[in-house]
């Protein structure tokens, strides 16, 4: 599990097994085994390296966050990180959440 999770979090990232692993300080060999389930429980350390260059909790990685609200926060926490991604600054998410809030006015006035 933890090695389909570190692939998906890898390529969303944009990153090659060989970028990540550099990044990491880690075996491309050792994180392609883990990747691939062969190496089902790597070390503490490592998962901690993984999830510092990938920029998600370890909890995220190891699937501790199993209740709706810590998933929800998770969501939330991927959702920031891709505005960030797109290029979407601190200053800017005013003007974003006015637009939204006079989407949410707009929905509710058409349902009058």
Partial sequence: MIGKKIY???IKRGLTLSELA??????????????RSLNRNPSIQVVEKIALVLDVDIGTLLDIHKSK??????????????L?????????????????????WKKENEER
């Fill in 8 to 10: 998906q979090y890898r």
């Fill in 22 to 35: 550099e990044r990491a300080g880690i075996a491309k060999s050792y994180l392609s085994n883990i990747e």
């Fill in 69 to 82: 609200e810590n998933q929800l926060e998770t969501e939330w926490v991927e959702f920031v990180n891709e």
């Fill in 84 to 104: 960030k991604e797109s290029g979407i600054e601190k200053k800017q998410i005013q003007e974003y959440k006015t637009l939204i809030e006079f989407i949410k």
